[in-house]
């Protein structure tokens, strides 16, 4: 217990505790702990759950290793059913989303006419109303359980996928693709709160990124799987990019059914069947310890005090240089360059999952060195991604480069993908101190950068345009140039708030 031994003792107690992470200022000199002469806080961590994490070499392979028996138990069962279902359902969503270009580079194009700009506007679609959605459906989670909602989207896109294959025309496509933006909207900005709201700081950017990976491998599986229905066209009278939207379904529906049963809800409101009541309680208290608020109502003082802070706009500026400037990769420049090279419909598939590979293994690395050897900081991968893309989109905007050097920019192009779950970390890190503003940025943050993917794929990555795209790539480089400025940007703006607390930490000492 704190010397002071009472309520204001405690309260400071947790004012110094929330400053001593292992990222504080993010490499800005804030780092060492605050500890007055004058006070000694002993506070027990009970035996079970340290206040401030300890880290040793072990921490280096996986954070557990450093917890009590007891919290590792505790976090081994949160990470088999919240990262397990998390990643699934990532996975299928990504494949849901992905689909559309395999199936156009599969036969999709010429059965169905779209020899205009029809994949683009169909893209348009899905993004419209994956914008329309998303921050409605974040600020829902603070309302209701996110163990009904999420799922119940997750049913909705995987039933509206199979109908794709019905479609006889792209207008028809139009349509559905629209109402699956829609309903996946929910789910990536509504995982990373939920897995926000279990987490902590030592353990949320590797669970973020782990999470984000999943749907790299989603990408990769659909190539896989366009390789493998193509052979099924003509079976039962549907072609072979018709097959692959059936399977999607197959794969998809089973597992958001599963979901209803497994997912959980927040610490404050969870019941999972899974969790026992003295589990619950033992992650309230984690959450306690770090300092992250639980739901509270949305007040007149609440709204004014959020959009009167940087974080709802600057957060969500990264996001939306992060998000647009995997053009590259997103977009299917790799497959519509190896078909103007004559490949064939297995190469056109398979080449590109090469890309989506390298994404994921990045992800991985990005997250244990910004826990390990970064210290915590979310920064130094975010700036290396920024610089690694500017190489790939200098590279593929000149063009006429030998073919080893636009394979290699074209594979390379992973590289800027693997830092969503570090965004989302960093986000919640410095938003811990109000549930309801990190709900929002967090929202807003996706919401955003899918405002720009309605429009600005239209203008810079025109079908027509493929596989030169000579306004795609000049546009990719500067966006990356951008998201390096923002990330010092925002570590600048953090570190000046952080020395803001620590300086009135101090007065209250004093005081």
Known sequence: MSVLGDKKGRDLDHGLESDQGPESDHGAGLSKSLSPPTITIQEPDDGVIQRVPQKTWRSYIWD??????????????????????????????????????????????????????????MQTCWTVGYVLGEIPSNLMLTRVRPSIWIPACEVTWSVLTILLAKCSSYKQMYALR??????????????QYVIGSWYRKDELAKRSCIFHASGGIGGMFSGYLMASVYKLGGRHGFHGWQW?????????????????????????????????????????KRMDFEGRAKRAPFTKKKIKKIFSGWHIYVLPI???????????????????????????????????????????????????????????????????????????????????????????????????????????????????????????????????????????????????????????????????????????????????????????????VEG
């Open 64 to 121: 557990t290793l450093d917890k009590s028996p007891e919290e590792r138990k505790f976090l081994f069962k949160l990470d088999a059913i919240i990262l397990t279902f998390a990643s699934i359902g990532y996975f299928s969503k990504n494949l849901n989303q992905i689909n559309i270009n395999n199936a156009f580079a599969s036969g999709m194009k010429e059965d169905l006419g779209m020899y205009g700009n029809q994949l683009n506007y």
């Open 178 to 191: 629209f109402f699956i933006g829609l309903a996946e909207s929910a789910f990536y900005p509504g995982m």
């Open 244 to 284: 692959l939207f059936i399977i999607d379904t197959v794969i998809s529906l089973p597992l958001a059914i599963l979901s209803f049963f497994f997912l959980p809800d927040v610490p404050e409101i969870a019941k999972s069947w899974w969790l026992s009541k003295k589990e619950i309680e033992f992650a309230k």
């Open 318 to 508: 990264l996001y939306i240089f992060f998000n647009n400037g995997c053009g590259t990769s997103s977009q299917p420049a790799f497959q519509l360059w190896l078909k103007s090279q004559g490949r064939s419909v297995h190469d056109i598939n398979i080449y590109p999952t090469i890309t989506s590979a390298v994404d994921i293994v990045v992800t991985l690395i990005y997250a244990w060195t910004s826990d390990t050897i970064f210290r915590g900081a979310r920064w130094p991968p975010i700036v290396f991604s920024g610089c690694v893309n500017l190489f790939v989109n200098i590279s593929l905007s000149v063009w006429n480069i030998p073919n080893g050097l636009k394979w290699a920019a074209f594979i390379m192009a992973g590289f800027a993908g693997g830092i969503s779950g570090l965004t989302f970390a960093w986000a919640h890190e410095i938003c811990k101190d109000d549930n309801e503003e990190r709900a929002l940025v967090t929202g807003a943050m996706n919401e955003m950068a899918y405002v720009f993917q309605a429009w600005l794929p239209l203008l810079i990555w025109q079908q027509v345009e493929a596989p030169r795209y000579p306004k795609g790539y000049v546009t990719m480089a500067c966006i990356a140039f951008s998201l390096i400025v923002t990330a010092f940007t925002i570590r600048y703006l953090h570190g000046r708030e952080l020395a803001q607390k620590k300086k009135e930490n101090e007065s209250e």
